[in-house]
């Protein structure tokens, strides 16, 4: 498998090598990982230092069912954070059989432009609007929004009706949220894992050649949100932008709901572990520099 770096500043095609650290990532796993590595949190998201990469899933282009994910990932300037969307289709396959593992879009063309619609009456979460999961019906979907990395994203840790106190909802979320970006570095559809986990693992275990088990996929998928809220903490998101608009504590949902069942300070703690982390490992390497 090999890289395909596209330069818009020289207008140049390589073809590379994948580095050690990238090797058995795909999907939103490699895009994630590689922004957090190579984008500068505080650069212009329109800008030359940002990349824009298309990634396959790393079981995408096998023989293995609903693998044909392809992810787009970069800094958003919409949320102003990292950001991964996915699409179906048959372009994460004819890339995988093509022995691509990413496309890798840099620099900046000599003529662009930018078509921008804004509506101030739809609600959002990090500049992202929502899906059609209204977070009073559906509370543990607003713990979703709200503390994803990606904004108002409902695939990035969908939890459906999960009901209960504020604990067992950041627990639910946190830990569909972990699912899923494993999931997606699989490029794997999140409506197409009815064969089970067990034959998934062993499907993952036979492409990579090593052992691959459920301890593994939460390994994965917390090494991944590691990596974004990193690369978000660093790009200047603070607690004022995982919340929720206003609206969901204001406004009741006519005619069986309320507002929310939490205040928004309640929220702050489902990856209150993973910053503790991020911030103490930055202290060492400011005191290892000193």
């Known amino acids: 498998?090999?890289?395909?770096?596209?330069?818009?500043?020289?207008?140049?095609?390589?073809?590379?090598?994948?580095?050690?650290?990238y090797v058995g990532l795909g999907g939103r796993g490699l895009t994630s990982i590689m922004i957090n590595d190579q984008v500068p949190a505080d650069c212009d998201p329109l800008g030359e230092?940002?990349?824009?990469?298309?990634?396959?899933?790393?079981?995408?282009?096998?023989?293995?069912?609903?693998?044909?994910?392809?992810?787009?990932?970069?800094?958003?300037?919409l949320t102003g954070g990292i950001k991964e969307s996915n699409v179906?289709?048959?372009?994460?396959?004819?890339?995988?059989?093509?022995?691509?593992?990413?496309?890798?879009?840099?620099?900046?063309?000599?003529?662009?432009?930018?078509?921008?619609?804004n509506h101030s009456r739809v609600p959002t979460i990090k500049g992202q609007s929502i899906a059609g999961y209204d977070p009073r019906a559906m509370p543990g979907m607003g713990v979703t929004y709200a503390t994803s990395p990606m904004g108002g994203d409902h695939t990035a840790g969908f939890v459906g009706a999960a009901s209960g106190s504020i604990d067992t909802l950041r627990?639910?979320?946190?830990?569909?949220?972990?699912?899923?970006?494993a999931t997606?570095?699989?490029?794997?559809?999140?409506?197409?894992?009815?064969?089970?986990?067990d034959n998934l693992f062993r499907a993952i275990s036979a492409l990579a050649g090593k052992p691959f088990d459920s301890q593994t996929w939460q390994q994965l998928g917390t090494r991944?949100?590691?990596?974004?809220?990193?690369?978000?903490?660093r790009a200047g998101l603070t607690n004022k932008d995982h919340r929720l608009p206003d609206m969901f504590h204001q406004e009741s949902l006519s005619p069986h709901?309320?507002?929310?069942p939490y205040p928004e300070n309640d929220l702050h703690g489902t990856f209150a572990a993973i910053r503790q982390t991020l911030i103490k490992n930055e202290e060492n390497r400011t005191l290892h520099r000193l």
Do not use: W
Request: charged share 15%.
């Open 257 to 260: 709901y309320g507002t929310v």
């Open 224 to 233: 991944i949100l590691t990596a974004e809220i990193d690369f978000n903490r």
């Open 1 to 21: 498998m090999k890289f395909l770096r596209v330069n818009l500043t020289t207008s140049l095609i390589a073809e590379e090598q994948i580095p050690e650290r």
């Open 49 to 77: 230092e940002n990349l824009l990469i298309f990634a396959p899933g790393f079981l995408s282009g096998t023989p293995l069912a609903n693998t044909g994910r392809l992810s787009i990932g970069a800094k958003s300037p």
């Open 171 to 181: 627990n639910a979320s946190k830990s569909s949220q972990v699912h899923m970006a």
């Open 88 to 117: 179906g289709g048959a372009m994460a396959a004819a890339l995988s059989r093509q022995g691509i593992r990413a496309v890798i879009v840099e620099g900046k063309a000599p003529e662009n432009a930018l078509y921008h619609l």
């Open 184 to 197: 997606d570095s699989m490029g794997l559809c999140m409506f197409a894992q009815s064969g089970g986990m």
